[in-house]
């Protein structure tokens, strides 16, 4: 297909040729106005992770529609560029940043935007500040806070309260606070989701509990997600969250029913070779398996039964059937993996094509 | 191109004739597979025939992929690879009696390439992971080397046990398997989540990998990890010598 395949305002879905990466603007306008309604009237404020939708656009739609802190919060030096050129004027990078050209980069963007990092060692800590003394930058900086993830973070608040205190010596940079994040497996109702996150979030202001102790001011306190946004909002002293996968959900967050599933793939089917099974142009290159199979959306006795690099097996069952040359829609098990196999979205909106816009931060891995 | 199905021939052949090309058409064979493609034998026959019948269709052949006859066992891939391929010359030596000439009889990849290769009337192979190999074939292929891996840094080290680099799911297309940490002994990447690895570290290892260090992972499948970036960058003797665009990255449809 042609690498500009850009189809016209008004195509219809069924129209459009495969796969491509759709996006429900009915959908995502609905899990912007729920993070709106929730966040816009509390002290505490949403950051949108962009690491999940990688478009400047999207992001700015997210800020306008209320509840955020009037910036985003990225995983690499890369996106948070993709957004600084696309007019984000606040970039919170939510990962540490250790090589000396990438401090570099990122510290010619402090002079761009209001730019943050997280930091969990005092040996990076010192790299970020040559960095910034040398194109005369202010970064900000925050202490990553081990939560129970077992990945980055200090693992104790004395780690944190050291780490503060370096920090404050240091020229170029300034503390700003500290952050975490955390995961839950499986479906957990909204007791265990509270349980469990203020457990994990308590963990990070206990941290910042010490550094305030040591007579160092904490302005921000980071926690939260998708999952968390209602939890951690309402904890005392949680200053923002980063929230990602709700704008384009996926099925493994299918319990947090407020979100509506915005991000999905289109596929054609391609084969019918025996009863019972069809075979369709969506493979692992274009939905990602990295969480499981993906879930067919809104056909009956359709369903995912393997799937290759370049191939969907679909299953039928009862009364459902398929043709060479039908379309099916496809939801992902992990939204962020999916996005960033795709050049750009095209937005549906009431079964037709309302805008195609670009992923800058497509391939924005470092 | 290969095709399966009596409608997409006739979808295939209405485009041929508005345009004015002849497309050449193979059929495709279920050998084993259980994907697409039609089953050997007199589906096959059928499917040629009606090619032959198709205006703007030339009927070139037949193919068939068999890919998951992976073997560990040298003896069992190539019988295995035999019996499948068999499949589809019986197939041509059938519709030649019917008078249908297959010119092209293409099967077999990377697993194979030798085996099927040697097989009279095969006219070509389909290979495409051998040039930059990925750790589930190096296994068995040991005659070829991973070509192709990803650089990644550490950008934490919060226990003694423990490093975490900056690639993830995102830069290693990790869906069929975890990426192999290469040349550092005693250290193993053992989960990947969207945007980190986390490496385990035992004994002499836990003295190595600082922060900043840069470690060398192995994909387990290239093509879901290729897919991921818009460059390659070409080493050679521990140099850069080129950056060469994936032309055709994102490249699904």
């Known amino acids: ?70 910036g985003v919060c990225s995983a690499k030096v ?79 608040p004395d780690q944190g309260v050291e780490m503060a205190k370096l920090i404050e010596t240091l020229p170029g940079l300034s503390f700003r606070g500290v952050m ?55 904890i005392p002293g949680v ?29 054609t089917v391609i084969s019918t070779p025996r009863p019972g099974v069809a075979i369709g142009d969506v493979g692992m290159e ?50 962020d993996a999916m996005v960033s196999r795709w050049d750009r979205y095209i937005a549906i909106r009431g079964g037709v094509v309302e805008a195609v816009w670009d992923i800058p931060g497509r391939g924005a891995h470092n | 191109m290969a095709v399966d199905n009596p409608k997409n021939i006739a979808d295939l052949s209405a485009a041929a004739q508005a345009t004015g090309v002849i497309i050449n058409a193979l059929v495709d064979l279920n050998t084993g597979l259980d994907r697409c ?3 050997p034998g007199q589906p096959a026959i059928d499917l040629a025939k009606e090619i032959t019948r198709a205006p703007g269709l030339h009927f070139a052949g037949l193919m068939t992929y068999e890919g998951t006859i992976l073997r560990e066992d040298y003896q069992d891939l190539v019988s ?17 009696k019917e008078g249908l000439e297959a010119e092209a009889v293409s099967v077999g990849g990377t697993h194979n390439y030798e085996i099927v290769g040697a097989m009279e009337g095969i006219t070509e192979v389909q290979v495409g992971s051998y040039p930059l190999m990925d750790y589930s074939y190096c296994q068995y292929r040991t005659n ?42 005693g250290a193993r990447l053992t989960r990947v989540s969207a945007e980190h690895g986390v490496i385990e570290l035992e004994g002499e290892a836990q003295t190595h990998l600082d922060v900043g260090t840069k470690v060398w992972l192995v994909p387990w499948n290239l093509e879901l990890c290729v897919n991921q970036y818009n460059y390659f960058h070409a080493i050679r003797g521990g140099k850069l010598d080129a950056v060469w665009e994936i032309a055709a990255r994102g490249r699904s449809d």
């Open chain 2, 144 to 185: 070829f080397r991973p070509a192709a891996k990803v650089l990644a840094t550490v950008v934490s080290r919060p226990t003694e046990g423990s490093a975490v680099v900056d690639a993830g799911h995102k830069t290693i297309g990790p869906d069929k398997g975890l990426p192999v940490l290469d040349g550092v002994p």
């Open chain 2, 80 to 96: 295995e690879s035999r019996k499948a391929v068999q499949l589809v010359l019986d197939t041509r030596e059938a519709l030649e």
């Open chain 1, 78 to 156: 890369s996106e948070a560029e993709v957004m600084v050129q696309g007019g984000i004027r606040n970039v919170f990078i939510t990962n540490q940043v250790v090589t000396r050209d990438k401090i570099t980069r990122l510290c010619a963007l402090a002079n761009q935007a209001e730019v943050i990092v997280a930091c969990d060692n005092p040996h990076n800590a010192r790299g970020l500040s040559e960095g910034a003394q040398a194109v005369g930058a202010t970064l900000g900086v925050i202490i990553e806070v081990e939560t129970g993830l077992r990945r980055c973070g200090v693992q104790s």
């Open chain 1, 239 to 267: 200053t923002e969250v980063q929230g990602g996968t709700y704008i384009l959900m996926d099925t493994s967050y299918r319990y947090m029913s407020e979100f509506q599933y915005a991000g999905k793939v289109l596929g």
């Open chain 1, 180 to 234: 975490s994040h955390q995961v839950i497996g499986g479906a957990p109702d909204r007791e265990t989701r509270f349980i469990e996150g203020r457990r994990a979030i308590q963990t990070c202001l206990d941290v910042r509990d010490s550094i305030e102790a040591a007579g160092i001011p904490v302005e921000i306190v980071s926690s939260g997600e998708s999952w968390t946004y209602d939890v951690a909002g309402d």
């Open chain 1, 286 to 335: 274009a939905v990602g398996n990295v969480k499981g199979l993906p879930t067919v959306d809104g056909r009956p006795g359709v369903t995912v039964s393997g799937l290759d690099v370049q191939h969907t097996m679909l299953q039928l069952e009862g009364d459902a059937s398929l043709s060479i040359g039908d379309k099916f829609l496809l939801l992902t098990a992990q939204q």
């Open chain 1, 1 to 70: 297909m042609d690498e500009r395949y850009r189809p016209s305002p008004g195509t219809p879905l069924e129209e459009l040729d495969t796969p491509c990466l759709i996006v429900d603007m009915d959908a995502l306008e609905n899990n912007m106005q729920v993070m709106s309604d929730f966040y816009r009237d509390r002290t505490c404020k949403l950051r949108p992770h962009v690491k999940n939708h990688k478009s400047p656009i999207i992001a700015h739609m997210q800020i306008r529609t209320g509840g955020t802190v009037g």
């Open chain 2, 37 to 39: 493609g039609v089953e």
